[in-house]
C-alpha cells in the first residue's frame, strides 16, 4: 500500500514554501507490484497529472470560497491566504501544457485584477488607520 505525503518547505523566516511536494513511498520496493490500485491502474505519471489537476480544481474553489467570504458576509481574514494559493495554482498550471489556455487568463485577468483589489483594500485601510 502506498502512503501518499504532501508537504510544504519551510524557509528560514519560518514561513511555508507554496510550493508543495508529492511523494509516493512503496514500504518494500518501487516495483508496480507494491503500489496502490490506483498507482497500477494510472501509472504514476498519470497519477500525478491526476492528483495536480484535482489540487488546481480544489484550490479555484478555495480562492472562490474565500472571496465570496469576503464580498458577501463581511468576512475577511481569509483573503491573506489567497496569495499563497494563487501562487500554488500558478506553479502546477504551469507543469501541465494542456492548461496554457487557462493559465494565460488567470495571469493576464485574474492576477492584475486580484492585485488591483488588493492595493485599493491596503489603501482603504492605511486611510483607516491614519484617522484612528
Known sequence: MDILRVFGKS???GRTDQRIHFTLIYPSSTSQSSSSAAVRQRGEQAFKRDFDLMGLQR???VMGIFSRLHLRDNKSAYLADIPLVTEYFLS???Q???LSDILAWFEEVVVPRAAEQTRARNHKTDG???KG
Open 59 to 61: 484550490h479555484l474553489k
Open 128 to 130: 483607516a488607520n491614519a
Open 96 to 98: 501541465h501544457p494542456e
Open 92 to 94: 502546477v498550471a504551469r
Open 11 to 13: 524557509n528560514a523566516a
